[in-house]
């Protein structure tokens, strides 16, 4: 599976393609049997590239700082996530953490040798997918939470209108989401929509 993956290489605009660091890491793809779709600079147009190519991975090859790399591929990246490894020279702390925050998956220094660059991908490739599940049962949760706010509003509104009881308020939140086949947060909001507009 990871070696049919489409990768994008990214350079900072500045520094050549022709670099020895540029030729090590696209021999080491190429040995490794990936594809590379396109060598690009970091600028303005990246974000419309990565969109039209649709890279599974992207790789950014930066000699040094390459905080407006990461700025462009952060903006090129935030709607629709992949995961980035980034090959450098910079040892810096700070840079380091600025790339990982940033959604880089695997920040290597010095470290660009051909017989490194399959098992690199493969480490970057595992923790950026153990990230995006993490993100999604966040997300959930996060989801399920504001459901069940919703539904205790709503509940509470029932039972302050009608002077029910609590089990009697849900009860009859579940009545109403059966029969007109919704959700029962569904219900809730349509409720609390009404009582919104009627004040």
Same mark, same amino acid.
């Given at each position: 599976?990871?070696?049919?993956?489409?990768?994008? *290489? /990214?350079?900072?605009?500045?520094?050549?393609?022709?670099?020895?660091?540029? +030729? @090590?890491? +696209? !021999?080491?793809? &190429? %040995? !490794?049997?990936?594809?590379? /779709? @396109?060598?690009?600079?970091?600028?303005?147009?990246?974000? %419309?590239?990565?969109? =039209?190519?649709?890279?599974?991975?992207? /790789?950014?090859? !930066?000699?040094?700082? !390459?905080?407006? *790399?990461?700025? +462009?591929?952060?903006?090129?990246?935030?709607?629709?996530?992949?995961?980035?490894?980034?090959?450098?020279?910079?040892?810096?702390?700070?840079?380091?953490?600025?790339?990982? #925050?940033?959604?880089?998956?695997?920040?290597?220094?010095?470290?660009?040798?051909?017989?490194?660059?399959?098992? *690199?991908?493969?480490?970057?490739?595992?923790?950026? =997918?153990? %990230?995006?599940?993490?993100?999604?049962?966040? %997300?959930?949760?996060?989801? &399920?939470?504001?459901?069940? &706010?919703?539904?205790?509003?709503?509940?509470?509104?029932?039972?302050?209108?009608?002077?029910?009881?609590?089990?009697?308020?849900?009860?009859?939140?579940?009545?109403?989401?059966?029969?007109?086949?919704?959700?029962? @947060?569904?219900?809730?909001? =349509?409720?609390?929509? *009404? #009582?919104?507009?009627?004040?």
């Amino acid at each position: 599976m990871s070696r049919h993956l489409r990768i994008l *290489v /990214i350079h900072p605009p500045a520094e050549s393609e022709a670099s020895l660091r540029a +030729h @090590a890491l +696209h !021999a080491g793809l &190429k %040995e !490794a049997g990936y594809q590379i /779709i @396109a060598s690009l600079p970091a600028d303005l147009h990246l974000p %419309e590239q990565i969109a =039209r190519l649709q890279p599974d991975m992207i /790789i950014i090859d !930066a000699e040094s700082d !390459a905080r407006d *790399v990461l700025e +462009h591929i952060v903006l090129a990246t935030r709607n629709e996530r992949r995961p980035i490894v980034m090959f450098t020279e910079d040892e810096d702390t700070c840079a380091m953490e600025a790339a990982l #925050e940033a959604g880089v998956s695997a920040y290597i220094v010095a470290g660009l040798q051909a017989e490194r660059i399959k098992p *690199v991908l493969n480490v970057a490739l595992a923790r950026f =997918r153990h %990230e995006q599940k993490l993100r999604e049962e966040l %997300e959930s949760t996060r989801h &399920k939470l504001a459901e069940r &706010k919703v539904i205790d509003r709503a509940k509470g509104l029932l039972m302050l209108r009608h002077g029910l009881s609590e089990d009697q308020a849900y009860q009859k939140l579940r009545t109403l989401a059966m029969n007109k086949n919704l959700k029962l @947060a569904e219900v809730a909001q =349509r409720i609390l929509d *009404v #009582e919104d507009l009627l004040g």
